[in-house]
């Protein structure tokens, strides 16, 4: 994969599923911010996938 598909599949997975996410949403007003941010990077399958991407990116940039 090039650099801008990289960037495009992350854009699509935030666009799709992390804007409006009522999880995120409800962990952010429960638990605060900070809390959500780390469910969404530790336990969201889609965190893993932009986790994924970024790696791929990170590879590409080096």
């Known amino acids: 994969m090039n650099k801008v598909n990289l960037i495009q599949d ?3 997975l935030l666009d799709r599923y992390c ?3 009522f999880l995120k949403k409800q962990l952010r007003e ?3 911010k900070a809390a959500a ?5 530790d336990g969201c ?3 893993e996938q932009l986790r994924f ?3 791929e990116l990170n590879k590409i940039g080096h």
Request: hydrophobic fraction near 25%; charge should be negative; charged fraction near 25%.
């Open 19 to 21: 804007d409006g996410c």
């Open 45 to 47: 399958t889609v965190g």
């Open 10 to 12: 992350i854009d699509e």
């Open 37 to 41: 941010h780390k469910f969404c990077i």
């Open 53 to 55: 991407l970024g790696t």
């Open 30 to 32: 429960d638990h605060g």
